[in-house]
């Protein structure tokens, strides 16, 4: 399943294009030398984590920022040669240098120019033999080196420079540091801080199956010859038909995790801060260890740099030195000395931590929460407890002393230079890096707030209302109030608005116009609230919102404002985001202009930047969740029941709907010129006034789809030139300049921005392209089409006015803006209640209407049915909620649509063929519903009976126990409480044991009638056991949807869910409750266009051109996200697969292997994605000779899947082919066979018993049963595949004769078995027998199965081949064109080609 990590598509980069081609032509003049540094820099794991580990979070802000100043002054002098340059600086090659620490041996480093000097710190504070020096400095011939310069900029450094470590005298801040990082080490190995969620830690799970480090199957003895000794039987759970989903083993134990204990206590003594007196000695502050043999010891941090033991006791404080001091720089040395155990635990410890893979414990850019937990012991830990009440201001790493000024940084970040690669990569780099630490200081704001833990700023109103400062993050809770939302539909579009606003806030960013500022935004659901966090504009807590709103409204549309600024900065904005200028009355009745929906507001901060906010209606509303009182939608709408009627007015299409429809207009567009031209040629005879009407009919004819057919008769019906003078004379009227402007704009044709008329015909497009059969049939179209397009291209003046007549016809009818070029646009301020437009513009507000009609109804007539299209065909492939909600945002369709879209897969013929994807919708639908009754069911919880209200809660979801009873806090508790309750009520608190009423029917007829209310489908189910009965779900898959979108984190045990006698849950089973969190995520555009070059130059065939850029995609990500994020995650796939396609089987597995370890720690270690990887991951071990490891990893993912989404699902044949080949590949035939005849069923169902899959399938199970001499089974198999081959594939194709061979043998070996035991009954023992061959099948020949199965054939490339090889690859997408290529043919060395950009 392709898998975008932002809902926001690729927006066009600010670059200019022209400026990008060269780029990319340098970069592939030069590809071959750069890309020998750049591989060496990318596979040496060594450095490149250790440089990412900077990235991830090492380099604190201030580096960053230094690094900006100087790049902005010295990098960049020669403008002209900027091109030249940017080549140059991506190929500066690394160099090595020697670094000499006190008491080891010196040892090389290689570093790169671009490095600063604090990232050889990092390392040095990494490495095993130093990790434990915080305090020191580099030091070059004497002279101490600045940690912010950059190595390039040291005078006197190059190859073999020798760097002298030297420890440097402590300060309070170094000490802390220092304890700190000692703490750091002393957990490295400790998985608490993954399953609490706290400091960007997440779990990973791959070592424990491949046994440490994949990467060494060189040196270690290869696997294959030992095949008797490889235990291949799975665990009960993971066999085919087995019934039972067991929780335990998705978290299995880490041998490592068993903590080697080095300390018992390491804490701040209670002696600090040190007296006066004992200050002036240089006592910087005191801590109190005990070490394990028991021994309690005080320890001083001296300014001298020296640590030594003093003879205070707990309770008596004396600051002598102790007989014998021990006097060492480092606590770690100190406590080698006194304490053996210390020394013995701490070197094993530092040498597992070393041996792990560096993507085990770098930081992830934003935080993962484990939905499982084992129970964790708590251990004590002073940072922890410092960290949890000092906010960590005092030890703000990044600026000392004050808090993060978050608006600052956000926006300075935004205003860095970006004319060539290295400052974009800068910036980009800057602006991820400040988003990430946004969000996490974000997230722990909403989480004090809704805790209590923060005072509100109006701390007198009712709890609803109140508003937090904290950290310089401004918090609001998703309330209605000041009945501000009272007429879009109160408490509901309250909670809607956030996330509305934090698209529009993605939109503008991804835009990214300069001199255009939004907000930092973050929604935080937590305990049932949502908070929105946002950065704060300067200067607006001293103003009233009235005084300072100079653009837009702050009461919907009653009084409005307007600003030339504005309108200048929002212009640049409009293309892009599809939002039309279009003017409103205010409430004198003036006309005012605007560039937005009128709810976004303008405000010019006290740092004179230009600040856009409440970016609710960016993109126009949704008309079938809005009735409209004398509005009629399109009849595809009304057929489907809509318009229905939404809880909140501020339902709104998607960004992806918006483009999806523009660019199936525009193709709509190309098409009509392009018949006209045809018929103008065909008739030039006959009257030019004709030619509209023909054309209207001649297309009325050909189009299928209704509602175009629709638009342009109304379009058409109207006279033609006259509307067009008015339209124009309008704009003019109301702003000359601007209409001019306008023009401009509008006559640069569709290329600007992204409708590039070539990117539309290499048929990217997403809607199902009615366009496609309709070309080809006709013939002379092509070359009418390039006409038109041609016509488009040119500015207005040089067409003739037939030509002319033809743009502007086709205009009309696609509802275009401009009559001269395709410009389709919205107004975002249609049907919103309290707008009223000026008279002169009712034409263009009608047009808008009927446009907004159009989209509503493309959405239910085209988006939807081409999702179901794709699932049908296996191109959109969900497993789980998360996924299927990324198929529908992908196509631009809401959640809210869900109900529709179950209910049109009820009525595919298709449907037995669907069946997963029903299933996992409605599981998604029933957890929603769960979720919002959860939602204000929490809301009257008090803290103390959190876990009780949560496991009861579930009980009543899950269980099937009929009466759970909730388990109230004691009486005492809560008296006691009762008199406290009124200082400080949970915000919107009610009855606080309401919760402990909830009965199972009650939850269920609520979730039944909340799936009616919001979703519109109807759910007949009364109990959690009717709902898995009907529906055939799994309840721990609900248990884990339900829990990942709630937040709940449970323990990790086996649950009796179906018992009748005890509830499945106790409140000791609900662990955590952690924020759900919603942010925009910055993207690396550079990045981006070199990985989609990549992937296009490999679905060309150029397989190495295609590797070097993915290589240099790689390298580019990993300079803007550290090592670690989901895009780096299918940068590493691609690779592994183009490496294992290439023949480099060890490169493969290294790659895959990062790719399977960041999928797990980013995505989370069971998301659909991960099991993807994991598969992946077998195949590269099988093809190395690992067998043993690639049924592990074979089996983990079947349980992963069994888990997620249950047996019956098709990517579980190709999982299970995989595994009963591999089980035939070691000899464990019954076992095979138990595997590749569940895939058989599957595929079976899913594919349609006609399909070449089947037959693959049938082969493999005929190959098992040969290998165990069953060869009548074998034969009856066999005929079955050669059925299908012949009637779909023909007599003469290959694959039928192949089969017929391999039918042949069958007869000929099951004739001989016969023979031979004729003969031993006929002759008894004496009988000569002849000796059968029975194969055990090759290793090669199982390999060449599975590449076959999973879609990877090889291609022995030589030029000939290569150029036979594209030949066919165009002659395949003309026949995709066609629409005639069937089912995708398994063998053709095409697959490579099909697969590779999907998987």
């Known amino acids: 399943m392709v898998s975008k990590t932002d809902d926001i598509p690729a927006s066009v980069p600010s670059c200019n294009p022209a400026d990008l081609a060269d780029e990319a032509g340098d970069g592939a003049q030069d590809g071959k030398d750069t890309s020998k540094t750049r591989l060496k820099d990318s596979c040496g794991c060594g450095h490149s984590a250790d440089k990412a580990m900077v990235n991830g979070d ?67 504070m990494d490495r095993e033999d130093t990790c434990h020096r915080t305090c020191f400095s580099l030091q070059l011939d004497g002279n101490v080196l600045d940690n912010f310069a950059e190595l390039k900029s040291i005078e006197g450094l190059q190859e073999g420079s020798l760097l002298k470590v030297v420890e440097e005298p402590y300060t309070v801040r170094e000490a802390r540091i220092h304890v700190r990082h000692i703490r750091d080490l002393l957990k490295s190995l400790d998985p608490s801080d993954a399953y609490n969620g706290v400091d960007c830690n997440s779990l990973s799970f791959l070592s424990i199956f491949t046994d440490g480090d994949l990467g060494d199957s060189g040196k270690r003895k290869k696997k294959g010859s030992e095949l008797e000794q490889i235990d291949c039987t799975p665990p009960e759970h993971i066999l085919p038909g087995s019934k039972e989903r067991p929780l335990v083993p998705l978290q299995p134990q880490n041998k490592d995790w068993k903590p080697m204990q080095c300390l018992k206590v390491l804490t701040m003594s209670g002696w600090n801060p040190p007296p006066g007196n004992r200050k002036m000695h240089g006592d910087l502050m005191y801590l109190y260890i005990v070490t ?63 041996q792990r893979h560096p993507f085990e414990r770098i930081a992830t850019p934003f935080q993962v929460y484990s939905w499982t937990a084992p129970q964790v012991d708590h251990a004590m830990d002073c940072v922890r407890a410092e960290d949890a009440y000092t906010s960590r201001l005092g030890y703000e790493e990044h600026i000392p002393g004050q808090t993060r000024d978050w608006n600052e940084e956000l926006q300075t970040t935004r205003e860095l230079p970006r004319k060539n690669l290295p400052e974009r990569l800068l910036r980009e780099r800057a602006i991820f890096k400040v988003h990430s630490d946004f969000a996490a200081a974000a997230t722990r704001g909403a989480m004090a707030v809704i805790d209590g833990n923060v005072m509100a700023i109006n701390p007198g109103e009712e709890t609803r209302m109140q508003m937090f400062i904290w950290n310089n993050i401004f918090f609001s809770l998703g309330f209605d109030v000041r009945d501000h939302y009272r007429e879009l539909g109160g408490d509901a579009a309250a909670h809607a608005a956030p996330t509305n606003d934090l698209n529009g806030v993605r939109a503008y960013g991804a835009v990214d116009v300069e001199g255009l500022y939004t907000l930092g935004t973050v929604v935080v659901d937590y305990r049932g609230y949502r908070v929105t966090a946002q950065s704060i504009i300067p200067g607006i807590l001293e103003r009233e919102q009235e005084q300072s709103v100079i653009y837009g409204s702050i009461d919907f549309g009653k009084t409005v404002v307007s600003h030339s600024k504005y309108m200048e900065l929002l212009e640049k904005t409009s293309r892009p985001l599809k939002v039309q200028r279009h003017n409103v009355l205010n409430e004198k009745n003036d006309t005012v202009e605007l560039c937005s929906s009128v709810e976004c507001k303008g405000i010019i901060g006290n740092d004179g930047r230009h600040y856009i906010l409440d970016l ?22 009304q057929r489907q029941g809509f318009p229905r009627q939404h809880r909140h007015r501020l339902a709104c299409l998607r960004q992806e709907l918006i483009e999806a429809f523009v660019e199936h207009r525009y193709l709509l567009f190309m098409k009509m010129a392009a018949l006209q031209l045809m018929q103008q040629k065909a008739n030039k005879d006959t009257n030019k006034s004709e030619t509209p009407a023909i054309t209207e009919t001649s297309e009325t004819t050909t189009e299928s789809n209704t509602d175009t057919t629709q638009t342009q008769t109304t379009a058409s019906d109207s006279p033609s030139a006259p509307t067009a003078e008015v339209s124009t004379d309008n704009s003019t009227s109301a702003a000359p300049q601007a209409a001019t402007d306008g023009e401009e704009n509008s006559l640069k044709p569709a290329t600007n921005g992204p409708l590039d008329p070539a990117a539309t015909q290499n048929g990217e497009c997403k809607s199902p392209l009615e366009g496609k059969e309709l070309e080809e049939s006709i013939p002379g179209l092509a070359q009418a089409k390039e006409l038109a397009e041609t016509l488009v291209a040119e500015d207005g ?34 049907f919103s209640p309290g707008v009223r437009f000026p008279e002169d513009s009712v034409d263009d507000v009608q047009k808008q209407k009927q446009l907004l009609k159009d989209a509503a109804a493309f959405l239910v007539s085209c988006q939807i049915p081409s999702l179901v299209k794709d699932c049908l065909d296996h191109s959109a492939l969900p497993m789980d909620g998360a996924t299927l909600t990324e198929a529908l945002h992908q196509r631009g369709i809401n959640i809210r649509y869900l109900g529709t879209v179950l209910e049109f897969v009820d009525k595919t013929p298709a449907k037995s063929q669907l069946e997963h994807f029903y299933r996992i919708g409605i599981s998604e639908l029933i957890t929603r519903c769960a979720k919002h009754i959860f939602k204000t069911y929490l809301q009257g919880v008090e803290l103390s009976a959190l876990s009780a209200a949560v496991s009861h809660f579930l009980n009543c979801f899950l269980s099937s126990f009929p009466d759970a009873v909730a388990h109230l806090p004691p009486d005492e508790l809560v008296s006691r409480r009762k008199n406290r309750k009124r200082r400080n009520r949970v915000p919107g608190g009610g009855d606080n044991t309401a919760w402990a009423s909830l009965t199972p029917s009650e939850l269920w007829k609520n979730i039944a009638s909340e799936a009616q209310s919001y979703y519109h489908f109807t759910i007949q189910c009364d109990s959690v056991d009717q709902v898995v009965e009907k529906y055939s779900l799994q309840k721990t898959t609900l248990l884990r949807e339900i829990s990942i979108k709630t937040g709940i984190q449970i323990l990790i045990k086996e649950y009796n869910f179906d018992s009748r006698h005890k509830p499945a849950f106790t409140e000791e089973d609900i662990l955590n409750i952690f924020p759900v969190v919603k942010h925009v995520n910055p993207k690396a555009s550079d990045a981006f266009h070199f990985f989609q070059s990549g ?37 590493l796939r691609l690779l592994a697969r183009l490496n294992y396609i290439m023949g480099d089987h060890p490169e493969a597995l290294s790659n895959q292997q990062k790719a399977v370890l960041m999928s797990e720690r980013v995505l989370g270690i069971e998301h659909p994605n991960t099991i993807q990887e994991y598969m992946h991951l077998a195949l590269y071990c099988f093809a190395n000779g690992q067998l043993s490891t690639a049924l592990k990893l074979l089996y983990r993912a079947r349980y992963l899947m069994l888990l997620v989404c249950g047996e019956d699902h098709p990517e579980m044949a190709l999982l299970d082919s995989n595994i009963g080949l591999v089980l035939h590949g070691v000899m464990e035939y019954d076992l095979s066979l138990r595997f590749l005849e569940n895939a058989l069923t599957i595929n079976t169902k899913y594919h349609g018993p006609r399909s070449l899959k089947v037959a693959l399938s049938h082969h493999l199970v005929a190959r098992v049963y040969e290998s165990k001499a069953e060869f009548r089974s074998a034969l009856q198999h066999e005929k079955e595949g050669y059925t299908i081959y012949k009637n779909q594939m023909g007599e003469a194709h290959e694959k039928t004769k192949e089969s017929s ?99």
């Not at 160099?95 to 290689?110: R, S």
């Not at 006097?327 to 304490?339: A, C, G, K, N």
């Open 616 to 637: 609710l209606r960016t993109f126009p509303p949704d008309l079938n969740f809005l009735p409209v009182d004398g509005e009629e939608l399109p009849p595809e709408s």
């Open 1095 to 1131: 992937q296009a130059k490999v679905q060309q065939g150029f397989l190495k051109e295609g590797c070097e850029l993915i290589n240099e995609a790689l390298n580019l990500f990993n300079n803007v996200y550290g090592a670690m994020h989901v895009e780096i995650c299918a940068c």
């Open 1301 to 1399: 061979e391999y039918l042949k043998y069958l007869t000929q070996q099951a004739v001989a078995l016969q023979r031979t035991m004729n003969e031993i009954y006929k002759n008894g023992s004496n009988a000569s027998i002849m000796p059968l061959k029975f194969t055990a099948p090759s290793m090669a020949s199982v390999l060449e199965q599975l590449n076959i199965i999973n879609g990877i054939i090889f291609i022995p490339l030589s030029q000939k081949d290569l150029e036979n090889l594209k030949a066919e690859v165009q002659r395949r997408q003309q026949l995709q064109e066609l629409g005639k290529s069937e089912d995708p043919i398994e063998d053709s060395p095409l697959e490579l080609e099909d697969k590779i950009p999907i998987d």
């Open 292 to 354: 394990v043999e028991e021994r309690h010891v005080s320890v001083t941090d001296l300014y001298t740099a020296v640590l030594y033991l003093r003879q205070s006791t707990t309770y008596t404080f004396n600051p002598k030195p102790a007989n014998p001091s021990f006097l060492s720089h480092s606590l770690v040395e100190l406590l080698s000395q006194i304490s053996p155990a210390f020394k013995k635990n701490f070197t094993a410890l530092q040498k597992k931590r070393v």
């Open 797 to 830: 003046s040089g067409i003739d006015p037939k030509s002319r007549e033809v743009v502007l016809n086709a205009c009309k009818a696609v509802g275009s803006i401009s009559n001269t070029s395709f410009d389709i646009r919205f107004n975002p301020d249609i």
């Open 58 to 124: 090492g380099a604190h802000e201030h580096t960053e920022e230094a690094e900006l100043k100087q790049d902005g002054t010295g990098e960049v002098d020669g403008g002209e040669e900027s091109n030249e340059q940017e080549v140059i600086v991506i190929q500066d090659t690394g160099f090595t240098v020697k670094i000499q620490a006190p008491g080891t041996e010196p040892f090389d480093l290689q570093v790169s120019p671009q490095e600063m000097v604090q990232e050889i710190h990092q390392v040095l």
